[in-house]
T-cell receptor
Framework: DADVTQTPRNRITKTGKRIMLECSQT?????MYWYRQDPGLGLRLIYY???????NKGEISDGYSVSRQAQAKFSLSLESAIPNQTALYFC?????????????FGPGTRLTVL | AQSVTQPDIHITVSEGASLELRCNYSYGATPYLFWYVQSPGQGLQLLLKYFSGDTLVQGIKGFEAEFKRSQSSFNLRKPSVHWSDAAEYFC???????????FGTGTRLQVFP
């Protein structure tokens, strides 16, 4: 089984709808991240969490919120989806505290907002 | 502020040819540097990383990268490309004291038979 899973893998929704993307991990890592990937822009950090009680904004958090329900689960919500949130969304985890280390990525969720 | 530049958006090579993907970073202290690969329809997988020590780093799938402080570069190389290497490649940089990475915009590699 995959260490980092994301659901759904694909989602098409309409403008104004609330959407939740879910991420689960079995790696036992404390650190979890949400990124979005757009063609030509690479990966940009939306939110990150160091533990259940520690949530931090990334560089593009506007229009998004997150919930860390447990060490293993980190959800991303779009409160009112808009077309420019159409993108590929990745969840990632890492283990080491205090310094950058390998991040382990899920397979991604492709979101289309019409 | 940290930044990463991948100057080449798209590279095409023939199978069996050598490959070099460029990555330049901007950071005052010694950076933590990574190369990831994203195959079509998949998430990112770590190829290799550099924190300190030997500036030539070996990774998986026959890739290597060399850290050159004087040029602020961390270029990825492979002596002989295989068709299965067709993918998008991302360079990333991090700083001691943070748990975040800054990713480049990616280089898409196309391999012709």
């Amino acid at each position: 089984d995959a260490d980092v899973t994301q659901t759904p893998r694909n989602r098409i929704t309409k403008t104004g709808k609330r959407i939740m993307l879910e991420c689960s991990q079995t790696k036992g890592h404390d650190r979890m991240y949400w990124y979005r990937q757009d063609p030509g822009l690479g990966l940009r950090l939306i939110y990150y969490s160091f533990d259940v009680k520690d949530i931090n904004k990334g560089e593009i958090s506007d229009g998004y919120s997150v919930s860390r329900q447990a060490q293993a689960k980190f959800s991303l919500s779009l409160e009112s989806a808009i077309p420019n949130q159409t993108a590929l969304y990745f969840c990632a985890t890492s283990d080491i505290a205090g310094s950058p280390d390998t991040q382990y990525f899920g397979p991604g969720t492709r979101l289309t907002v019409l | 502020a940290q930044s990463v530049t991948q100057p080449d958006i798209h590279i095409t090579v023939s199978e069996g040819a050598s490959l070099e993907l460029r990555c330049n970073y901007s950071y005052g202290a010694t950076p933590y540097l990574f190369w990831y690969v994203q195959s079509p329809g998949q998430g990112l997988q770590l190829l290799l990383k550099y924190f300190s020590g030997d500036t030539l780093v070996q990774g998986i799938k026959g890739f290597e990268a060399e850290f050159k402080r004087s040029q602020s570069s961390f270029n990825l190389r492979k002596p002989s490309v295989h068709w299965s290497d067709a993918a998008e490649y991302f360079c990333a940089v991090g700083a001691l004291g943070t748990d975040k990475l800054i990713f480049g915009t990616g280089t898409r590699l196309q391999v012709f038979p």
